[in-house]
């Protein structure tokens, strides 16, 4: 089975700390990303990779940075938190083949609160 | 656009019955995937079935299938003798031309003893 791994499940930090939270596939997927959920607003891109040293920007970037140093972990950082950053945060991976049938495999998420 | 549109924000549905959880979806595109996926109140998102738009069957996954109406852009998922365990939020997604994929707002489906 697949297992993607995220770092903490709850995570509280203080405004402008840096934040990091990591994610970490276990099935070779070349792809990866990185989600935020809130009430009312589903699920939005962060980032994604499709690739060891390549990121791209989704739907929401600002405030974020990301890091895919080896293939199989995929880093979200928060460069400065704010308590507008307080949110559900999501990891996800797939396989690049045919990537538009490829289901995203997620974490368990990480339930961030910026104090 | 693309999108993706599930019109019941809630459901409330008795043990045992089967439920069909709505989905329509608004693509160009020729080729593409639609998936549901099911999160429970601990927060995991949790892959349960997978449509392919040139699939002429319907997808099926144990108690889950998934009634594709190409025509119609539906993608309605069917669960069958609902179980307590069933009670989650469900989504509905699709992969896009620009490999993103992109979620429905949800339906959250209660279900009662």
């Known amino acids: 089975d697949v297992k993607v791994t995220q770092s903490s499940r709850y995570l509280v930090k203080r405004t402008g700390e840096k934040v990091f939270l990591e994610c970490v596939q276990d099935m070779d997927h070349e792809n990866m990303f990185w989600y935020r959920q809130d009430p009312g607003l589903g699920l939005r891109l962060i980032y994604f990779?499709?690739?060891?040293?390549?990121?791209e920007k989704g739907d929401i970037p600002e405030g974020y940075s990301v890091s895919r140093e080896k293939k199989e972990r995929f880093s979200l950082i928060l460069e400065s938190a704010s308590t507008n950053q307080t949110s559900m945060y999501l990891c996800?991976?797939?396989?690049?083949?045919?990537?538009?049938?490829?289901?995203?495999?997620f974490g368990d998420g990480t339930r961030l609160s910026i104090l | 656009a693309q999108k993706i549109t599930q019109t019941q924000p809630g459901m409330f549905v008795q043990e045992k019955e089967a439920v069909t959880l709505d989905c329509t979806y608004d693509t160009s595109d020729q080729s593409y995937g639609l998936f549901w996926y099911k999160q429970p109140s601990s927060g995991e998102m949790i892959f349960l079935i997978y449509q392919g738009s040139y699939d002429e069957q319907n997808a099926t996954e144990g108690r889950y299938s998934l009634n594709f109406q190409k025509a119609r852009k539906s993608a309605n998922l069917v669960i069958s003798a609902s179980q307590l365990g069933d009670s989650a939020m469900y989504f509905c997604a699709m992969i896009k031309d620009d490999d993103k994929i992109i979620f429905g707002k949800g339906t959250r489906l209660h279900i009662l003893p």
């Open positions: 990779s499709y690739d060891v040293k390549m990121k």
């Open positions: 996800a991976s797939s396989f690049p083949a045919d990537r538009r049938h490829q289901p995203q495999h």
